[in-house]
């Protein structure tokens, strides 16, 4: 991706009030709408390649959740599945979005994208999930428990976050911290303005512990979401599995809990499953052209529904 494309995109980006929160949002590109819902500790940036490369022949919408943004508010209560899915279907509104869209979902996003695809199937129609989120393998938390984990974070974790101290020293190290953690983001860097200033900001840190707090709540809510609303039986959902950077002869465990889920979800849906080969679990950033191709190959079968 080049430094020009990089600046195209950063003038596609605007807030909106989504649901009473301020929602920033990347809307660029016109035919079939495709919408990117990110992980944890992942904001709309992370999509930058895939968009570059989807932007000529579909409508791509990458909706950042409420707390990515730098400056943005980070809510004391823990995240909850249902309602993250209804703000990210808001967001498609307040983007005058009301056909059956293209959802594509990374990690937690994935569970996200999926409950909104059970919630209102209306509203989706094709899904796909990269290297998503599995129950099974992450453990979920629900009752005393994420009680428990919702008040740690209310009244040690977030304060603590948001303490001048940690602002400041998040400040000098959360860029390096950024791209040690996802090294595809180094390229994010060098072609698109301001990302690196972005990544010093306290909002998104204090979001990513949010979000850890309650993501084996939210997992748990999925499991249970799973036996409430089944998936449409025409819905076409491809399940895209990273299989590591480090050449290997057969899968990573990780990657047989993925095609497991998507096994399971086969008794309810049309179920696809690929796997992308050395690709860390940041399968959009480390192999941007395969994961596009897949996108489309989705995107375009989805229309005829």
Sequence with gaps: MTTSTG???RAHVRSLTVRGSRTRVLDVGTGPVVLCSSGVASALWDWAPLVALLRRGFRVIVVDRPGY???????PQLPELAEEAEHLLAALDACDVTGPVTAVGHSYGAAV????ARLHPERIAHLV???GSVPEAEGTHHGDVAARAAHAFRHRTLPWALSRRTRAVWSVIGP????LLVPGRRGLVRAI????????DGSPLAQTLRELAGYRSCMHQLEQLRLAAPLDRRLPVLVVAANGRIPR?????????????ARDLADEARVARRVVRRSGHFVMLDQPRAVAALVAEAAKGSTAR
């Design 69 to 75: 943004a730098p400056g943005d508010e980070v809510p």
């Design 249 to 261: 002869p057969g899968l990573s465990s990780w990657v047989r809990y993925v095609l497991g889920q």
């Design 113 to 116: 994208v999926e409950a909104a």
């Design 129 to 131: 999930l990269l290297d």
């Design 7 to 9: 600046g195209l995109l």
């Design 193 to 200: 303005p301001g990302v690196r200033e972005e990544a010093r």
């Design 176 to 179: 390096t911290v950024a791209e």
